[in-house]
């Protein structure tokens, strides 16, 4: 699909585009973008092999795309894109990059340098990282996202009423407690193998671009590896670009990309609105593909039903809003505990959606 920019050539949308990232943002029109979410190398710099007490081996980052001779050559690499990225904006862009303590503070001080303006970092903590193995340091149990605009002035978007929502009617911060890929969302190779070292969740990008963007916007990927942020962004109505020199990656994305289903248009608005053993937002289903956006859930008294929306709100007859209000509204009473009035049918069979909100407890307790 193809999409004309005023007076400027047509851009290549949902399409992945092989090559350099430096060169193939610069061969796009400036002025045509609304976001780019940008996960690039982090220069991990891994001397020799790393194991596991047991001696088994650990299958960390040691790919050649994420080696660097020094620090100003990453620097250079570092400038050179975000220079590119930076024209490609609209004036009202933004851009968010994901980094670890590696690279995040290099990366951070060359935003500042090539003129974007930082909004917020936000500390993604992984509910289930992977352990120190030599136990001569802390956990690396974080990422850190820095989010910035175009410049000073650019009118980013940011749904605030929609986070609100997505956290259960309250403000979301900038920390977010998400698991790291695993189980079916981990992609496989033709050898069964990982496909990608440093795959994303696909609810680290729900969050950004539910947060950051509206449907329709044009999101690109200057980084795309298995295509986590073309996905998302399919799902979410949104318009993507991803580029990616690897062929394997892009193999693999187009695969995964092919089978997702944009969700509808209903379901793709979102608005805003609240409840603790420890506190699970209804949202975080949503994030995590436990329940999808379009899906119907039932009052357990089989009278009502309503749909999800992207951002963990629902959707009935005549009301919209948390599980709690819109199981209020069509009961006609004062409150409602939507944990326990609703359900959603799996294999023919009729669930409680608080059997997923235990679930997500029992990982928090492991």
């Known amino acids: 699909m193809t999409k004309h920019v005023k007076g400027a050539e047509a851009l290549p949308l949902n399409q992945i585009l092989a090559g350099d990232c430096i060169d193939v943002m610069n061969s796009l029109p400036a002025g045509s973008v609304d976001l780019i979410f940008a996960d690039p190398p982090y220069n991990l710099q891994l001397k020799g092999e790393l194991h596991r007490p047991d001696n088994s081996k650990v299958d960390a980052v040691d790919d050649h795309w994420d080696q660097f001779n020094s620090f100003r050559a990453y620097d250079e690499f570092t400038t050179a894109w975000l220079k590119a990225a930076r024209r490609l904006l609209k004036p009202n862009g933004a851009i968010w990059v994901i980094g670890s303590y590696h690279n995040i503070f290099r990366v951070g001080a060359a935003l500042q340098n090539e003129g974007f303006w930082i909004l917020n970092d936000v500390v993604w903590r992984k509910s289930n990282p992977m352990p120190n193995f030599r136990g001569k340091r802390f956990t690396n149990a974080h990422e850190t996202m820095i989010w910035a605009g175009k410049d000073e002035a650019s009118k980013y978007t940011f749904n605030y009423e929609?986070?609100?929502?997505?956290?259960?009617?309250?403000?979301m911060r900038s920390d977010w407690v998400l698991p790291i890929c695993t189980g079916h969302e981990r992609l496989k190779d033709d050898q069964g193998d990982k496909a990608h070292p440093t795959q994303k969740p696909e609810s680290l990008l729900h969050r950004v671009l539910v947060g950051s963007t509206n449907p329709g916007d044009v999101i690109l990927d200057?980084?795309?590896?298995?295509?986590?942020?073309?996905?998302?962004?399919?799902?979410?109505?949104?318009?993507?670009?991803g580029i990616e020199r690897e062929a394997a990656y892009r193999k693999v994305a187009e695969k995964r990309i092919a089978a997702v289903r944009k969700f509808d248009k209903e379901a793709l608005t979102v608005s805003a609105s609240k409840r603790a053993e420890p506190r699970v937002p209804f949202g975080q289903l949503?994030?995590?593909?436990?329940?999808?956006?379009?899906?119907?859930?039932?009052?357990?008294?089989?009278r009502h039903k309503a749909k999800v929306r992207a951002d963990g709100t629902l959707i009935g007859d005549d009301i919209k809003g948390s599980i709690h209000q819109v199981g209020a509204h069509l009961e006609g009473a004062p409150s409602c505990n939507g944990w326990t009035y609703w359900c959603f049918k799996r294999d023919g069979q009729t669930v409680p959606i608080d059997v997923l909100r235990q679930q997500i407890r029992s990982e928090m307790h492991d």
Do not use: C, D, H, W
């Open 162 to 171: 929609a986070l609100k929502a997505l956290n259960e009617g309250i403000q």
């Open 222 to 241: 200057p980084f795309f590896g298995t295509g986590t942020t073309g996905a998302v962004a399919k799902m979410l109505g949104r318009e993507f670009i």
């Open 286 to 302: 949503v994030e995590r593909g436990m329940l999808r956006p379009g899906e119907e859930l039932y009052s357990m008294n089989k």
